[in-house]
């Protein structure tokens, strides 16, 4: 005597709504157990958690888009943007939704030139300054202290500084203008994903664009 059709029929529904059963449970679980932990790439690393995501350790829907961190050979947390590059990260301000950036090459202010002002999603770039990049023949460098220098861009013998295109700087003597650019700020603010709208009834990501 075997089993019938309708029957096995039945079985098989009964099974597979176990399965989807199953499935389901464990997404949910992820969702409030993964999401919530907290990473860091390095002991002084900032720490990442909602909205941001680090990479291969968070579940890849844990993060909002455009917030994903990864930690380099270097252990420095970096974030990488689509198209341009990748900018280290020094500093997250959970409360005031806004991150500070670095590079780990030294050549910061090279990098935010490049961005201008581009919106970095999902990040506001609230100003832009316009900085005049200088190229100094080193013998002249003492009186130049203030200015912050641009490590990536100078060699032995001619140092490479950034100043503040309103300052007057015709008189520097032993330097020539490179050009004036339209530069970045080291500060970005988010607005949308806070770390409360992971809480229940949370709107988690928020934000009206992708990317
Ligand atoms: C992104 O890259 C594409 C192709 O490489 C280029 O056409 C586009 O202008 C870039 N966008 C930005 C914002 O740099
Ligand atoms: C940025 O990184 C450079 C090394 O690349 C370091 O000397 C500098 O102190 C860092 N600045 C901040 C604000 O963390
Ligand atoms: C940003 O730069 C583009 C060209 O790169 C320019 O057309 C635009 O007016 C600039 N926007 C602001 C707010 O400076
Ligand atoms: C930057 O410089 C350009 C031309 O040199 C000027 O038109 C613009 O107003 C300046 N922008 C700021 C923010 O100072
Ligand atoms: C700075 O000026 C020196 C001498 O003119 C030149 O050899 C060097 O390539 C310049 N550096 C940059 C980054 O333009």
């Known amino acids: 005597m075997g089993i019938s059709n309708s029957e096995l029929q039945q079985m098989l529904i009964i099974i597979s709504f176990c399965v989807l059963l199953t499935t389901f449970f464990k997404v949910v679980g992820s969702t409030q157990s993964g999401c919530r932990s907290e990473f860091k790439c390095s002991h002084d690393g900032p720490p990442i958690h909602f909205p941001f995501r680090l990479k291969d350790r968070h579940p890849d829907h844990c993060g909002c888009p455009g917030f994903v961190v990864s930690c380099n050979d270097r252990h420095e947390t970096v974030l990488e943007l689509p198209n341009t590059s990748v900018f280290k990260v020094s500093f997250i301000d959970y409360d005031d939704q806004q991150i500070v950036v670095n590079d780990s090459d030294n050549c910061l202010l090279e990098r935010l030139s490049k961005i201008g002002n581009m919106s970095v999603s999902p990040f506001n770039l609230p100003y832009t300054n316009n900085i005049t990049f200088l190229n100094c023949s080193v013998a002249s460098t003492t009186s130049l202290d203030q200015y912050e220098t641009v490590p990536c861009l100078s060699s032995p013998s001619h140092q490479i500084?950034?100043?503040?295109?309103?300052?007057?700087?015709?008189?520097?003597?032993?330097?020539?203008?490179?050009?004036?650019?339209?530069?970045?700020?080291?500060?970005?603010?988010?607005?949308?994903?806070?770390?409360?709208?992971?809480?229940?009834?949370?709107?988690?990501?928020?934000?009206?664009?992708?990317t």
Request: hydrophobic share 30%; glycine share 12%; with cysteine.
């Open 161 to 210: 500084y950034a100043v503040d295109s309103s300052q007057s700087i015709e008189f520097i003597l032993g330097c020539t203008k490179m050009y004036d650019v339209l530069s970045a700020p080291e500060t970005w603010h988010w607005t949308g994903p806070s770390r409360t709208e992971l809480e229940p009834g949370g709107k988690n990501c928020g934000l009206s664009k992708g």
